[in-house]
């Protein structure tokens, strides 16, 4: 019978690694949600690794985690997976989102066109950058523009680590990819969780939470857009023969309204690109993310990864989703705080008044609403708030600044 | 020699279809715009094409289409590959757009913004990229370019140019988005959630209804598929084919596709609102259209009403194809005309639905086609309820008549008639004749309220807009109430215009329409309204005898308005933070933006670059 559960928030800056234990008297059996991060060194990462590998061995030296969730494939949540020292752990069972899939023809697609997006754009914020680069970690100037490019690279994909979550760890750990084909709010057990049920309640394969994990266009926007263009500089849009110069067209056709500075203007718009595609291909990967609902005993853990706006909106729409969220005791802050991670009507109207809620954030400069004041202000009045950012609040333990646990009784219902 | 009259129209070619889409070869039609003598470029009096490209920094030799050899022509032929024809294509499609909304709205539009922009130009190859957008700032529309894709190209030859300024529909959304935004400047500011909604769909709505006045066109597609031709599948499938280049238009025309698509409560993103809006209206021209050509059918059927099998008989083709024609610029007419009976501020769906009712019925009481009971009967059933209405009958839906608003009299009294004369002469048609023409000289421009008010001194008519705009002025601020204004808040003049417009039983319609709007001084230092504050207006349709017809209000809360007028009010203002709260959820830049770009990001989103090119 599990008496108690234990959930360690690690201190991850800019990203997420969450260790959930269940103890049945003196023993644990832990799950690992994701281990990454976008503002602190390979270094920082590999310590919490270590810590985390660390708590899942016993006393006989043997690590062991009976379920490791890598709720999506952003390097914030990923990157410490790269690390020599999880072949020496043994993992009951992996899950990813369906979109990991390697042999489902969906899945691969969308991961094509947002990988390539990324590459894409990664390429054109910085020629010959380096997948490990850590623009927002390091000492370097902290510009918007090294902030953009941290996000760019952030989606590229993480090879080194998600081939550890794919093939790696001790053992021939079964990979998952959730939800299943034709299953909505699926409850799946894992033999080696007596007591825990998981409810998997996204993302959504309905349309319109696919279409809000493609990236503006593909990887084919790119050839077209004016953010490659610098390289295409000297391609107009027609030949050269019917070139003239300006001139010769203001000499020809004095009437024209269109002055020197319009010309400027329209040099500028040329110049400067369609969007923000670094928060588009963000805002794409992060809605794959893969949203669990653990049940064990008296107590309803929600984790949603990172999920933005379209796949809530999916989840919310529904009515049996709903109910099951207002029991909800333990709520992960999705997306480390931001505004879109947490709408308005899951905290205002679903959420009960007994919730503990644990945000994974680290301040970035440019980011100044990350985690969002307001969010913040209506978390705090409603549920019982730990911030990775600061110290332990009351009823929370902190340590060493590496992590901050909270425990809580189990009761049986 | 005697002199030849003047052709009242210039012959152009145009692609019909979108040459990109290559699924056959693509179809070009000749299209008549109003004569006007051009400069090259071309330049005319309203619009202005610059081949500028700020991707390649370099101008391209500019069309000459007065020039003998291309009147010889009846313009250029359609290439590719030359971009004077691209120049002429641009001018061409633009310049039936802007005759069209002429027409409907019984009044020469004023593309004139400010001195200095006197002119709407016309860009062809602004910029690379997958996109082409309508620019307030710049007062221009840009058509950008790109290469097909390397690897997955389509019907196109790999790296094959495609240019966006060769597709009819797009050039006829840009267009329409600047002429809504000359007639309504304050409908790119999200305020609700149609607001925008409503400007990508009513652009599309004007693309895809222009098209469907080609008749070879419609002709082809009809004899194609010969089995449903009362059938809307016919027609669906010819709005879907067109201006797929970008990507803005797919999502638009997607609701066509499913009859059971709904405006749902959720739905906030305006490409998928606007689809809704395009499917309302086209389910009522769809409803129209097959009620106009049963009879033809049954006709040409000995009463039956069953086609024989094998080919279509090509003067059945020929009737139905012109009806369908006929219906649609009709259709056109009709959803470009509600425009005048608009609120000038915070329009949503069922506003438009109920000035386009009221627009009609003061036009043409009988609906002897029953065009509008079809179009509210579409609006019915994609879900789209106006406010504040009893019913769906069409008296619930007109606006109501205004009521408690005195005549207006003294200066402007005075004033009514020279305005009439200046927009007269703008309207009327020019003489034929070659002498009376030179006689007549040029049309007079007006004089722009919007835009900088300092140049309305360099305008020759500045002083009837301006003695105009006092006298409005005061007459609005002695009625404010009456008029749904609040009096202690400043009362703006935004726009005021004398239009003509002829009933189908022949009868004359003169009115004054005049747009007046206020600011809530509170709003702008509420960062949960991101930049944008909240407005309040009211329209005001004028007969000419002074008398006040309709007072379509949007009013700002105030103490002194009657009870449910304030509770509206109020709720208005609550709508607008809600919705700027919704955008922010669905927008992914959000979380990443620095404060400064917090506080104006409403103002940001007004760009119709974003809403295109941001999907």
Redesign the interface.
Known sequence: MIDRLTIRMYDMGFGDCFLLSVWTGARPRHVLFDCGSLSRSKPQVAKVAKDVIAACTTAGGKARIELVVCTHRHKDHVCGFDDPNWANVEVGEVWMPWTEDPSDPDATRIRNRQSAFALALCSTLKPGFNSDDLPLAGAGPQTQKAARLALALNSLTNERAMSVIHRGFQGVAPRRFLPLKDKSAEVRYLDGLPGVRFHVLGPSRNEKVIAAMDPPDGAAYFAGSNLAFCAMNETGACEATWRVTADRYRADNPDITFSEADQKDVDRLADEPDGDFAAAIDNAVNNTSLILAVEVGDQLLLFPGDAQWGSWDAILQQPEIRDLLRRVTVLKVSHHGSHNGTPKSLVETILSENVTAFMSTGSVKQWPNIPRGPLITALSAKTKLARSDKTAPAGFKGHDGLYIEWETPVLAI | MMQVPWSLTRPLKIYATDPTRGYEAALTAVISVEYEPL???P?GERL?V?D???????????VDLDDKAILMQGGLSPSE????FHQQMVYAVASRTLSNFDRALGRRINLAKGS????L?L?????????AFY?R??H?L?F????A????PGTNMPGQ???TCLSHDIIAHEMTHAIVDRLRRYFLEPTNVDVLAFHEGFSDIVALLQHFSFPDLVMREIQRKRGDIEQPTVLVELAQQFGFAT?HGKSLRSALDDPGAVLAP?MSEAHDRGAILVAAIFDGFFQTYRSRIRDIVRVATGGSGELPVGDLQPHLAKLIAAEASRTAQRQLEMCIRAFDYLPPVDVTFGDYLRAMVTADFELNPEDEWGQRAALIEGFRRRGIYPEGVFSLAEESLRWPVAANVPKISDSLEQLLPQLLRIEADRFSERSRDADLRRAEGSRPALATLDGDSDDLAENSHDYVTKNIAVALHEFAKNNALALSLNPDLKISVSSFNAVFRTASNGRLLIELVAQLTQLDPNGQVDVLLGGITTRGGTTIIVGVDGQVRYAIAKPLPNKNLPTEVQAAAESRVDRQRAFV?TL????????????AQ?NSRMKARMSI??LH???
């Open positions: 400069k090259a470029g330049i202005e610059v500028y490209d700020g991707g390649a920094k370099t101008y391209y030799d500019a590959a030359d971009p004077r200095k922009q006197s002119r130009r860009l062809p190859h602004a910029f690379r990229g997958r996109n620019d700032e710049l221009a840009l950008g370019y790109f290469d894709d390397e690897t997955d140019k495609i240019f990507g959720g709260s922010d959820l669905m927008d992914p830049r959000f979380p990443y933006m620095s404060n917090v670059r974003g090119g941001g999907r």
